[in-house]
């Protein structure tokens, strides 16, 4: 077995809580797409917003450190890390995750729940609760979530006439279709999650991911304009810090802080 794969398997061996045999519908439904995250996320020429959420965590996480990593289907963020020297605690359901770690009293050196891991949660007021239960007194959070408001989705589905789905997220919760399962999605606002993580954990940062670059459905028109999304790319990079343009992306990059509270 090469050490690669015996990385991955190591990683993956931690498989599902405990007692969690009977998985929500919305685990199942984004189960079923795992396979899918990376090359959207990962490969495909819009989608490196994976990248921009690693140049955060090799600045975040030290060699030794123990983290828990939530939502982890696909297990390349866990692996990362693990080729960072940080041990990785990769879980799936995040819900049924921390109830099964509250009980072992196991405390973590960070966390992270990347890539809309969080939007099936109901109460977040709750999750930050046992989160900060989870995380040692100055532990970074950090999570990566979809907007309530997407400029460039919006405008696109405006475009084409598609206006009930331009402002789906608007409401704060929307249905969307996962494979074969409709599954309710909550779109949090900055202040919002701010407000549910305080006063356990204090936000140190908020970056826009996705702010210029469009969306991951239209990988088929600017794959012929390579250009055009080096460009995109690049104001990515100079606007994503702004405040307000930071909660106008596809997503936002949250960095709290374990404190006091």
């Given at each position: 077995?090469?050490?690669?794969?015996?990385?991955?398997?190591?990683?993956?061996?931690?498989?599902?809580?405990?007692?969690?045999?009977?998985?929500?519908?919305?685990?199942?439904?984004?189960?079923?797409?795992?396979?899918?995250?990376?090359?959207?996320?990962?490969?495909s020429r819009i989608g490196t917003q994976r990248g921009a959420v690693w140049e955060v965590l090799a600045d975040?996480?030290?060699?030794?450190?123990?983290?828990?990593?939530?939502?982890?289907?696909?297990?390349?963020?866990?692996?990362?890390?693990?080729?960072?020297?940080?041990?990785?605690v990769a879980r799936d359901a995040v819900e049924e995750v921390i109830h099964a770690e509250l009980r072992s009293?196991?405390?973590?050196?960070?966390?992270?729940?990347?890539?809309?891991?969080?939007?099936?949660?109901?109460?977040?007021?709750?999750?930050?609760?046992?989160?900060?239960?989870?995380?040692?007194?100055?532990?970074?959070?950090?999570?990566?979530?979809?907007?309530?408001?997407?400029?460039?989705?919006?405008?696109?589905?405006?475009?084409?006439?598609?206006?009930?789905?331009?402002?789906?997220?608007?409401?704060?919760?929307?249905?969307?279709?996962?494979?074969?399962?409709?599954?309710?999605?909550?779109?949090?606002?900055?202040?919002?999650?701010?407000?549910?993580?305080?006063?356990?954990?204090?936000?140190?940062?908020?970056?826009?991911?996705?702010?210029?670059?469009?969306?991951?459905?239209?990988?088929?028109?600017?794959?012929?304009?390579?250009?055009?999304?080096?460009?995109?790319?690049?104001?990515?990079?100079?606007?994503?810090?702004?405040?307000?343009?930071?909660?106008?992306?596809?997503?936002?990059?949250?960095?709290?802080?374990?404190?006091?509270?």
């Open positions: 077995m090469s050490p690669l794969w015996s990385l991955l398997f190591s990683v993956s061996a931690e498989g599902p809580a405990a007692g969690s045999e009977l998985k929500r519908p919305s685990i199942v439904a984004f189960d079923s797409l795992a396979w899918r995250y990376d090359d959207l996320f990962s490969r975040t996480f030290l060699p030794g450190d123990e983290i828990l990593v939530l939502n982890c289907r696909t297990k390349e963020d866990a692996l990362f890390l693990s080729l960072l020297d940080v041990s990785v009293g196991r405390t973590f050196d960070g966390a992270l729940a990347n890539f809309s891991g969080l939007h099936s949660i109901t109460n977040f007021h709750q999750t930050a609760r046992d989160l900060a239960c989870l995380v040692t007194m100055g532990a970074p959070l950090i999570i990566c979530i979809s907007t309530r408001f997407c400029l460039s989705e919006t405008v696109w589905f405006l475009v084409h006439g598609k206006y009930r789905d331009a402002f789906r997220r608007c409401s704060g919760i929307a249905t969307v279709t996962l494979g074969d399962r409709d599954v309710k999605i909550h779109y949090p606002t900055l202040r919002g999650l701010r407000k549910s993580f305080s006063p356990s954990f204090l936000m140190r940062s908020c970056t826009g991911i996705g702010v210029a670059v469009p969306p991951l459905y239209l990988e088929p028109i600017f794959r012929r304009y390579p250009r055009v999304l080096s460009l995109l790319r690049l104001i990515d990079r100079r606007v994503s810090h702004l405040p307000f343009v930071r909660t106008i992306g596809d997503h936002m990059l949250l960095y709290f802080e374990r404190v006091q509270g």
